[in-house]
């Protein structure tokens, strides 16, 4: 089967969807499928470029585009690699801001229809619209009604015959739009590589990726103070990989309660996975209901770590439910019972995705 996958930008490292993308190519070559990558806006690159990467010992081909390039010109070298690939599905990996830096591609759905081939077509929503929280600004709830239109519309033009998300609060807004979407948990893009050390001295928790504003990290740290005694080794923390501007509050926060901590910055895959896998508790801090849609939650879960939600208040407007391995912080109730994780890796997304489309 040849399948290519449609995303905003391929360059390894710089976009978690375009990493995600490269992955699952590489485990559906691994099938004895074909599988490519077309780039539509590529921020990396200023010219058309064919990008061979090597990803966990496979090469996968990326059509890249430029972000600059003109409408007319992205439509025909968009077809040419149809023409030249004949995919049997065409995936669509739909993100906004992939497509246009204010997150409103107008443009997609017209050009999306006018690709022409014997393709069917395939949508993953990994993210929807702004303004499905009671928190939103009036601002982002306008530019979500104008998103819903692109969502909307990029359905009606591709009439796609599977449509997935990786989340049920997602899954429930698609379907207010009747718009049906199956579950398809997503990997994350750090492999499993490491094997744990069992002589650990500290109870460890890691922070991998970036740190979302809002998140009431001083409570945590005073709640987990409060029951330290019960985790029988003192605590640390591991900040890695690109944590941005909130770093230097946590470093606060944990200085003033003479709590260790390392600061290692941007790492190697594997350096990455030894940390995660040597880990007790993974902090995260995108919003609980959001959580699922996170590349980093994903890669705590192939890495079998106990996932602690501590973030923003991000109310869904509808459509609430728990989510069964995540621990959901609270203030003055902090819960770090150690659970079962269930693991949805590479090779079981691959699998489940390809399955899915054998079906149709």
Known sequence: ??????????????????????????E?????????????CDHQIPFFTLDYKEIEGTKVLANRIPQATSKKRRRIWSQNVLNDFEPDWISLQFVPYSFNPKGLPFWLPS??????????WHIMFH????????????????????????????????????????????????QS??????????????????????????????????????????????????IKSKLNKPIKFIFVGNNGSELSKYINVLESNIIHYEVLGIQTESIISQILINSDYGISTTPYFQTEKSGVYAAYREHQLNTICVSRNWTPTKGQYEIPQIIK????????AQMDIEVYDLQFMA??????????
């Open 111 to 120: 050009f999306l229809k006018k690709l022409k081939g014997n393709h069917k």
């Open 177 to 226: 739009h009747e718009i049906a979407a199956d579950i398809l948990p997503i990997c994350g893009n750090i492999p499993l590589t490491a094997i744990k050390d069992e002589a650990k001295k500290f109870t460890q928790f890691v922070l991998f990726g970036t740190i979302h504003p809002g998140a009431p990290f001083n409570d945590f740290i005073e709640d987990l103070e409060s």
């Open 1 to 26: 089967m040849n399948i290519l996958f449609i995303c905003g930008s391929a360059e390894p490292g710089k976009d978690g969807v375009g990493d995600y993308t490269r992955r699952l190519c590489g």
């Open 127 to 174: 993210e929807l619209w702004l303004g499905i929280d009671k928190e939103s600004s009036f601002r982002h709830k306008c530019i979500g009604k104008l998103q819903q239109l692109i969502v909307n519309k990029t359905v009606h033009n591709t009439k796609p015959q599977l449509i997935n998300t990786q989340n049920k609060l997602y899954q429930f807004f698609l």
């Open 351 to 360: 699998a489940q995705f390809i399955n899915s489309l054998y079906k149709i």
């Open 329 to 336: 912080y609270e203030k003055n109730n902090l819960n770090i």
């Open 28 to 40: 559906l070559i691994k099938l004895g499928h074909e599988a490519h990558i077309l780039s539509l």
